[in-house]
């Protein structure tokens, strides 16, 4: 087990280069296995979350090698169509292999997700599209679900625009025999990116980024070479850093496109925010003020993954914000921590008002899941004194280089091994 220490106070300022985006390289390890091949997979970032998405490709007898941040996988052969119980647990993403697996075998086992520390997390909508192509399912007592049948492409409409859910439809449908057109899908940069990854490995797919996705299924399809794209919310994580701290720091690496949610956010808080050549520079010197009202969205919306982190900012400052929760039933648990630290924040249901307080002070706190974890980082280097942050393995699902990259933008903080006596 480790804990963080941060030294508040400092303000941060130089270049800092975000790695490739977890929530893009999962599916894209998934989408792997659908092509009888070696796949090259570029920027894959050192996260639990891609570990254990390498343990299960092994399970089901991909060879898997990792060079730096260079991914191969060789899906020739598959041995498998079924995942333990102990892998799916590691990640709730797990679900993301069920249309890759069941398109390239016509059968998968695995289990269902449950529920998490964000609240409930149906698969209702990944299994209606499941079906929906053909696909019979069965739950079986013990949360098990056995799913087979051959997949025949066909027109989906999604009740809501779920992530998981648009690209377990795409994966599948990419196996499918014949034309998929999936309505209300995800617009996420993340779907564009498994769309890119697709048509790589020589799969037929239009449509990512807008709410109609068409794949024209049955592709022969082969290995292909793939650089994942940069990851937004650790970018958005680094920005919020830089407003509470206050200085001057430039992110590389995400698309400044795909964080103007929250960049437009933090210059109503009062930052000036410039974006050039692929860079996205966040001055912060006069302190912040409320930023009115923030409603999480689905993209282009304000992120739901932004929203603990961008709150930890503006603890701190003039005015008051409201954030009203849309995705997450239970997504406000940072904020009993953050009070422990000074912030002036209310809970009721999906709202959360903010009143900017003065200071905030270094205290004990522990991340109750990964973003809410960066949220405590974030309070923790705008605030005076030191701050001991624990549940680091929550941030190691998303964030490959936290403490190095906060320490080369002059922060102060470091990564203790705690003993207990
Ligand atoms: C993905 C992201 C996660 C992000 C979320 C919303 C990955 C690995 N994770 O999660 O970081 O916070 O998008 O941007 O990419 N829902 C249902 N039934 C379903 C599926 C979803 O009701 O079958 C609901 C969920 O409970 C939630 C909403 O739809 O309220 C959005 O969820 P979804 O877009 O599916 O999120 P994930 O794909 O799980």
């Given at each position: 087990m480790h804990a963080y220490i941060v030294e508040g106070g400092r303000p941060l300022s130089g270049r800092v280069g975000v790695h490739g985006a977890k929530n893009s390289v999962l599916p894209i390890l998934a989408a792997?296995?659908?092509?009888?091949g070696e796949s090259v997979i570029h920027?894959?970032?050192?996260l639990s979350d891609v570990s254990a998405s390498l343990d299960i490709l092994g399970r089901l007898g991909c060879r898997t090698a990792q060079s730096g941040g260079t991914i191969t996988v060789?899906?020739?052969?598959?041995?498998?169509?079924s995942v333990p119980d102990a892998l799916m647990r590691e990640?709730?993403?797990?679900?993301?292999?069920l249309g890759a697996i069941l398109g390239r075998t016509g059968e998968a086992n695995l289990s269902l997700p449950g529920g998490c520390e964000l609240g409930p997390r149906p698969i209702d909508l990944h299994l209606e599209a499941i079906r929906a192509l053909g696909a019979q399912v069965r739950e079986e007592p013990g949360g098990r679900l056995s799913c087979r049948g051959a997949l025949t492409g066909r027109e989906i409409v999604l009740a809501r625009p779920s992530v998981g859910a648009t690209e377990n439809a795409m994966l599948a449908a990419a196996a499918a025999r014949g034309t998929t057109v999936l309505h209300n899908a995800a617009r996420e940069p993340e779907i564009v990116d498994l769309q890119a990854f697709l048509r790589a490995l020589g799969a037929e797919v239009r449509g990512a980024g807008s709410s109609t996705v068409v794949i024209q299924g049955g592709k022969p399809l082969h290995g292909g070479e793939f650089t994942v794209m940069g990851d937004r919310i650790v970018a958005c994580t680094y920005l919020a850093a830089a407003a509470a701290a206050g200085g001057s720091v430039t992110v590389t690496g995400a698309d400044p496109a795909h964080c103007s949610a929250v960049t437009a956010v933090l210059q109503e808080a009062g930052c000036t925010v410039r974006s050039a050549g692929g860079a996205i520079e966040l001055i912060s010197r006069q302190g912040l003020r409320g930023a009115g009202a923030v409603h999480t969205a689905?993209?282009?919306?304000?992120?739901t993954d932004a929203q603990p982190p961008v709150m930890a900012a503006l603890a701190r400052g003039r005015g008051t914000t409201l954030f009203v929760e849309?995705?997450?039933?239970?997504?406000?648990?940072h904020v009993s921590e953050l009070r422990r630290m000074g912030a002036d924040i209310r809970v009721e249901d999906r709202v959360a008002v903010v009143c900017g307080v003065d200071t905030l002070h270094g205290a004990a706190v522990e991340a109750a899941d990964l973003r809410g974890g960066a949220a405590l980082m974030v309070a923790a280097l705008g605030a005076e004194g030191e701050s001991r942050i624990t549940g680091v393995h929550h941030l190691d699902r998303g964030y490959a280089s936290l403490a190095e990259d906060l320490s080369a933008l002059g922060a102060r903080v470091r990564r203790e091994e705690l003993t207990f006596s």
């Open positions: 792997a296995i659908l092509a009888p920027n894959c970032p050192a060789d899906a020739t052969v598959l041995t498998g169509s990640m709730r993403s797990s679900v993301i292999f689905p993209y282009p919306g304000f992120p849309h995705m997450f039933e239970n997504r406000y648990r």
